[in-house]
């Protein structure tokens, strides 16, 4: 099916309203709705009528908010970890880590810890064995990328080791791992797992030392949630103006601006 700027425009203030929504920051929003709308326009030929054409489109724009935002996290706890072994007294317990590194659950927890293009360099070169120009090319970035790729994976694996031990004492004979709950506390809000889950669920919060807060923290947030609609959170005429004229640039083969 075809799509023209005017049947992608037309979605402009819903797809702005819910960036708005998630990001709180009304010039990402609107970055967010003119990325969609372009993206949409190349792509049109992806969309099935069989799905409302809104949704399609926050499909779109939830898809480049998370892009976004693994990009910003990753830079984040990158920033954090390479801190931190810049500073001259930090240092880790060398035995203590490697200890929790040969258990496999401990060593798997670290893992998922570390960004995913970090966590990628590391276990293709120090588990599948390859050198770090087959890694670079496979993930087609430069041989310096790649072996930063790789000296901060395992910088941040042994940070993660290192700041999980207090975490793993804390969490001595409690029943379900905690994102195993975690995972679940959704639908344990919803009313929606079985009771065997329910009950290991709640088990588990009642003697968590830091899951009760999070979950306590959603029921108290779902209750709010529904104030964040607000039908008067519509995109502004100019930078509507701006998008739409973006689209049509775009449309005819032009710069997008």
């Not at 709705?33 to 724009?61: F, K, M, N």
């Not at 590194?101 to 599948?128: G, K």
């Not at 804390?170 to 809000?189: F, I, K, N, T």
């Amino acid at each position: 099916m075809g799509l023209d700027a005017d049947d992608l425009t037309e979605h402009l203030d819903t797809i702005y309203r819910y960036a708005l929504g998630v990001t709180r920051d009304p010039d990402l929003a609107a970055d967010v709705a003119q990325d969609t709308v372009v993206r949409a326009l190349e792509r049109g030929g992806q969309y099935r009528s069989d799905a409302p054409l809104a949704h399609w489109l926050i499909r779109i724009a939830h898809n480049l908010i998370i892009d976004r935002a693994r990009r910003a996290d990753r830079e984040v706890l990158v920033e954090v970890v390479e801190q931190d072994w810049r500073d001259d007294s930090y240092t880790v317990d060398a035995a203590a880590v490697v200890e929790r590194a040969a258990t496999r659950a401990e060593l798997l927890d670290a893992l998922a810890r570390v960004p995913f293009i970090y966590r990628s360099a590391v276990l293709l070169h120090d588990v599948e064995g390859l050198r770090v120009i087959d890694i670079a090319e496979i993930t087609g970035v430069s041989l310096p990328a790649a072996k930063q790729r790789l000296r901060r994976g395992r910088m941040a694996l042994v940070s993660a080791l290192a700041a999980g031990h207090q975490r793993r004492l804390a969490l001595e004979g409690v029943p379900m791992p905690c994102w195993d709950a975690r995972q679940h506390v959704s639908d344990y809000l919803d009313g929606d797992l079985d009771a065997d889950t329910a009950t290991l669920v709640a088990t588990h919060l009642a003697v968590c030392p830091t899951c009760p807060p999070l979950y306590a923290a959603l029921v108290g947030v779902n209750g709010e949630l529904g104030r964040l609609r607000d039908p008067d959170s519509v995109i502004a005429p100019a930078v509507e103006a701006r998008i739409r004229a973006a689209v049509t640039a775009s449309g005819s083969g032009g710069p997008a601006g």
